[in-house]
């Protein structure tokens, strides 16, 4: 079997991002390697699909709000295109002649950054803006403008931390959006809030109808009539629910799965409408991704057929379509195009190919028994050959407590498998797709649950045959990171690890990490000065003497300082 080189991994990496369906067209962002920018793609839903970017190369689309961004562009009803720009943060119109900016500059590196965008009645656009100033507080706002740049921005809501989801109803009369205050994180607990909105975009009679500190509210989004839906987790699952004239919830679909996502980033969309009573659903259950057709009059779900093994956290519907993001597990992942009514799926969106040296079967699904009362999921990807004894295994936990891992191909495993490596993921407790029971499972026994799962996994790798403890591996990059090395500390079921960008010192994290991150700990290894303890005997930096066995190291420091988080 040909091995896989370094140089096709790294070409394999065009991620596809934000798609959309606006009048005619399906719209998505494309990180390029070659270049490294990000690139407004679009698509039109009939005829022939060939792709054609949006943007010039005067622009690299992506927003650094909360610095992991997203929602950086918008098409509004008039085919009018806003996106922000990365390298100056700015809000620009896609004109004939060109990008031109419709906020001003705010200095190098910027200060004032956008994300989350919407157009209002009047030719105005609400987004969420992050100020940042100089004596270092950052500033979280919904701000209106105008659509062709004219005046400046008019501050419509403030106060609170953090807002997100700044969405009008189609009247334009309303407004919703959630906000939240530290040391919530938004999987934590969000509030959503209604207001009037008046003819020059300002807010009144705003109210909070839902939500607090122990209940997270994703995705408010109105129906073609006009009726409020979101996500929340209330039951202990992100169900889709509709607001009630009397601000009380009604359920549409109950079901013991995920039907949100963590708020990492801005413009995630895990449903959409099709007319007033469809909705697609994207439904993720214990590791497996289902579209789901609601009706909602008559409250029956449909499963809709699909290749997909593995679909992001954007959907997107109009006029009969819907279009996401779909990977199987030999296919990366692309923007798939269909009719809900049918079951034809059309990749539309140009990924390039990768040798899948893989065993033809896909990763296979485990349930890992560990000393606490949740078994652990992995997926294993098995290498091409099935060889005389056990293969070399690599033990890899997620980055980001809240991340999920998904059965779909990845270069860098894709690199190894060829080689005769096997490869571990592992969704240790925190990870996400399993309920709020299974996130909060790490409440404050970060860096020692979810090691202890890795542990574990890798003692069940031997115990079954799967690996050889002589040759078993951890390796882990940001958070999954920190993860490796606190399993080198905490046991002897690892002969090597690799940490890539990875935590060392809990304090100095936190002291540095930016404002949307710093009290993610509070909740992960406690608040502070209480648990000061605990951030110093769990920082792998503070016990190198207990990894005795070949550790890799790598950081770099260009993106830190780019976005002045230290």
Known sequence: MEKLTAEQAAAAHVAVDAV???????????????????????????????????????????????????????????????VVNDPDQRIYRLDEDGPRPITPSSGSPPTHRHADLRTLPGGRLICVRERHEADGEVVNELVVLPADGSTVAVVVASGRDFYSFPRPDPSGNRLAFTCWDAPQMPWDGTELWLADLDADGSLNAARRVAGGPDESLFQPEWSPDGQLYVMADRTGWWNLYRLQDDDEFQPIFPIDAECGEPQWEFGYSTYAFLDRSRILVLCRDRGDDRLVLVDVSSGRPEQLPTEATSIKAYLAADDGHIAYIASTPSRLPAVVLRYAAGANERRVSDVPSVPRPGNGRGPERHWVPAERRFPVPIWLHLPPVPPESPPPFIVRPHAGPTSQTRPRPDP???????????????????????????????????????????????????????????????????????????????????????????????????????????????????????????????????????????????????????????
């Open 20 to 82: 959309s369906i606006r009048n005619g067209y399906v719209y998505w962002l494309e990180k390029r390697p070659a270049t490294g920018r990000t690139v407004l793609v679009r698509v039109p839903t009939t005829g022939r699909h060939i792709p054609q970017p949006v943007t010039t190369d005067k622009i690299d689309v992506g927003s650094r709000v909360h610095e992991y961004g997203g929602g950086a562009y918008w098409v509004a009803e008039d085919d009018a295109v806003f």
């Open 412 to 566: 860098e495993t894709q690199f190894f498998i060829s080689r005769g490596f096997a490869v571990a993921d592992v969704d240790y407790r925190g990870s996400t797709g399993y309920g709020r029971v299974y996130r909060e499972a790490l409440t404050e026994l970060w860096g020692i649950a979810d090691a202890e799962d890795c542990i574990s996994v890798a003692r069940w790798l031997a115990g079954t045959g799967h690996a050889d403890p002589a040759r078993t591996v951890i390796s882990g990059a940001s958070a999954g990171g920190f993860t490796a090395l606190r399993a080198l500390i905490l046991s002897d079921a690892f002969v090597a690890g690799s940490c890539v960008s990875g935590i060392v010192d809990l304090l100095e994290f936190r002291r540095c990490t930016h404002k949307f991150q710093r009290h993610e700990l509070d909740r992960l290894v406690g608040p502070l000065p209480e648990s000061l303890s605990s951030y110093e005997s769990r920082s792998p930096l503070n016990l190198v003497e207990y990894v005795d066995r070949p550790v890799f190291l790598a950081h770099g420091l260009a993106s830190m300082f780019r976005r002045g988080r230290c």
